[in-house]
């Protein structure tokens, strides 16, 4: 399988005036296609600021970051906005959706600022969108009638709607209540069944077991990488908490085994 | 093609989010442009009717007023104006080649008697051509002649005012009248001419020969002004430097002398009336302009604003790709569109404060296509020079800071 994101010695240093702050000390990652990735590390250990430089958001200090093969640290900002366009989606703790837009002129949002042509109906491509995460019947409503869940659906639907090479979710179910996080996940996981790739920032353990990698990650350096050989199914846990059913003794037993 | 009119529509939403905010941004920009077109409308009214009011003396009328005498270089004063003989007069006649119509001016004023009533006003002695050269033609009876002038004739042609006052019921014609007690024939009635520039009634006043006006009213030998008409309108400044030549040489003028006289045309005349109209429109329009400038203000303000409030919508647009340039361009046509609007809306409040004045008040503005033409571009110019600051403000900020941001 092709790697879609190669990372080698990747540091990066904040100069926060007169102190230096060694936020990555030597990363090295890689992701390939298809792949469901969760990044977990408590806060400080530089989990936000790869984040950061995996969505070309920023450039590291030293190292090589590939993405699809091309080399993007020595990109300049206008370059990096480019590639930020054609390559990833963003899916954000607090959804970032534009206020007083509706669902669809805000997944159309990405579209905008595509210069390649290659979509030639936004709006179409924005509705497509919607329907995969099960929206189609909410695209005119603004975010402020929709649920929390419905929001980050809209999100993920912004994020999906350019053809990523991945998707870069930071903490995407850190506001939303235990249903609307499951049903978040069953939708990535729906979209990594087509091959999307996927890669998930999170401080909820629960939540990392339903991908099918973890990586940790402290004091800005990789701790340890564990391979999830049974990824817990977000559609059955779901119906089963519907019914009432305790699950969070299972998911303990699962979560001392792994990690 | 499809980004430009995202653009615009991306601009025109944003604007309408804020409806209330983005008129009050805009209104120092309708003020202003408003304010630039309604007052140089209202300065170029007044000035065209100022110029009316002078032409209806006579188009091509030239002035020859007397001067001040100079000895040597010493200037004499005023009390020391050198006035014109019946010489000057007919040596013009004789000589000047471009002018159609020369007339002297005797100034007098007396009490006239007439139709059982009576009437102070002022009696002008002048020649046949007058009528002709002030372009005002006799409305009953007719005017004097050649002949009356060599034979002094009393005879007198009423303006209007004087006709109506003495004689209410008409037929003035053929009346006799007493000027100073000495007994007239009038001969003729002039049209109305209405008030001068100044409001005085042109038409209070009555025409007799100016030999009549000098050796029977006043009893002097002196006569006050010439008045002349050019041929046409473009030989007006030919024709004054012929009248100076002639009456250099009948003053025996030495080359070193200053003319004792001066010549006046109906264009410096207009010039000059309309020279303090002109600087005070450009003094209301600049103040106005001032107005459009604080309006601009109001822009960048309202968008420096708008940028902190919107610096979360700045990252969300960058983390999917939109360039620093983008964001540039985005907020810069916020500003010139709502710029740009406030203009448009200025513009139609001024046509329609222009047409109220038009119709409801003494006013006579005018609108100038290119004033409207001028502070229509200076209206989109304000929006791109104070909507580049917080424009650039936009762009240059970080994505990951600005997604942050609470």
Redesign the interface.
Same mark, same amino acid.
């Given at each position: 399988m092709t790697e879609v994101i190669k990372m080698e010695r990747i540091t990066k240093v904040y100069q926060m005036g007169e102190v230096k702050v060694h936020a990555l000390r030597g990363v090295d990652l890689s992701v390939r296609k298809g792949e469901f990735v969760s990044i977990m590390g408590p806060s400080g250990s530089g989990k936000s600021t790869l984040m950061?430089l995996i969505?070309c958001?920023?450039t590291p200090t030293s190292g090589e970051y590939f993405l699809e093969g091309e080399n993007v640290n020595t990109l300049s %900002? =206008?370059e990096l906005?480019?590639i930020? %366009? =054609?390559k990833i989606g963003?899916v954000?703790q607090n959804y %970032?959706?534009? +206020?007083?837009?509706t669902a669809l002129e805000n997944v159309e949002? +990405?579209l905008?600022?595509?210069r390649t042509g290659r979509i030639k109906n936004p709006r179409k491509a924005a509705k497509e969108a919607l329907e995969r995460v099960g929206l189609a019947d909410r695209m005119h409503h603004v975010p402020n009638q929709l649920s929390g869940g419905e929001q980050q659906r809209v999100a993920i639907a912004?994020a999906i709607v %350019?053809n990523p090479a991945i998707i870069l979710a930071d903490e995407p179910t850190g506001n939303l209540d235990s249903v609307s996080s499951l049903d978040i996940m069953s939708v990535f996981q729906a979209l990594n069944r087509e091959g999307i790739t996927i890669i998930l920032v999170t401080h909820e353990k629960d939540i990392a077991l339903y991908t099918k990698r973890i990586v940790r990650i402290r004091d800005g350096k990789i701790v340890k990488e564990i391979n999830v050989n049974e990824p817990r199914d977000a559609i059955k846990d779901l119906e089963e908490l519907k019914k009432g059913l305790a699950l969070e003794e299972e998911i303990e037993m699962q979560e001392e085994e792994l990690l | 093609m499809r980004f430009f009119s995202n653009l615009l529509k991306s601009s025109w939403r944003s604007i309408q989010r804020n409806k209330t905010r983005s008129l009050l941004t805009s209104l120092g920009i309708i003020i202003g442009v408003s304010a630039v077109i309604i007052m140089v409308a209202i300065g170029q009214g007044a000035q065209r009717s100022i110029e009316e009011q002078i032409a209806s003396l006579g188009t091509n009328m030239i002035i020859v007023f007397p001067g001040v005498a100079t000895t040597g270089s010493v200037r004499m004063g005023g009390g020391t104006y050198v006035r014109f003989t019946e010489d000057d007069v007919k040596k013009l006649k004789e000589e000047a080649t471009l002018v159609n119509g020369i007339s002297a001016i005797v100034r007098t004023s007396g009490q006239i008697i007439g139709g059982g009533s009576n009437w102070f006003t002022s009696v002008l002695g002048v020649s046949p051509d007058y009528i002709e050269i002030r372009e005002w033609p006799v409305e009953e009876g007719e005017f004097f002649s050649e002949r009356d002038v060599v034979s002094k004739a009393k005879v007198a042609v009423l303006g209007k005012t004087v006709a109506d006052e003495l004689f209410p019921d008409g037929n003035a014609v053929g009346e006799r009248i007493r000027i100073r007690n000495l007994p007239f024939k009038v001969i003729g009635v002039l049209s109305e001419k209405g008030q001068d520039s100044r409001g005085f009634d042109q038409d209070d006043l009555v025409l007799v020969p100016y030999t009549t006006a000098l050796y029977r009213l006043k009893g002097g030998r002196y006569i006050d002004t010439i008045i002349l008409s050019a041929i046409s309108q473009d030989q007006i400044d030919a024709a004054q430097e012929e009248i100076r030549a002639i009456l250099r040489e009948s003053h025996r003028l030495q080359d070193w002398q200053e003319d004792d006289f001066r010549i006046r045309t109906q264009t410096e005349i207009i010039e000059r009336a309309t020279e303090t109209s002109k600087v005070l429109t450009l003094l209301l329009a600049s103040i106005a302009a001032v107005s459009l400038i604080v309006g601009g203000i109001g822009i960048m303000n309202i968008m420096l604003v708008s940028v902190t409030e919107r610096t979360r919508e700045i990252g969300i647009r960058m983390s999917v790709g939109a360039r620093s340039s983008d964001i540039l361009i985005q907020f810069l046509s916020e500003a010139i569109v709502l710029s740009l609007i406030g203009g448009i809306i200025g513009i139609l409040i001024s046509f329609l404060a222009v047409f109220l004045m038009n119709r409801f008040t003494s006013l006579t503005p005018i609108i100038n296509p290119g004033i409207v033409l001028i502070s229509f571009l200076f209206a989109a110019a304000v929006g791109v020079f104070f909507g580049f600051y917080p424009a650039r403000k936009a762009a240059n900020l970080n994505p990951i800071e600005a997604l942050r941001y609470e």
């Open positions: 950061n969505g958001l920023d %900002n =206008k906005a480019d930020r %366009n =054609k963003f954000f %970032n959706l534009l +206020p007083r837009t949002l +990405p905008i600022y595509d912004r %350019n | -």
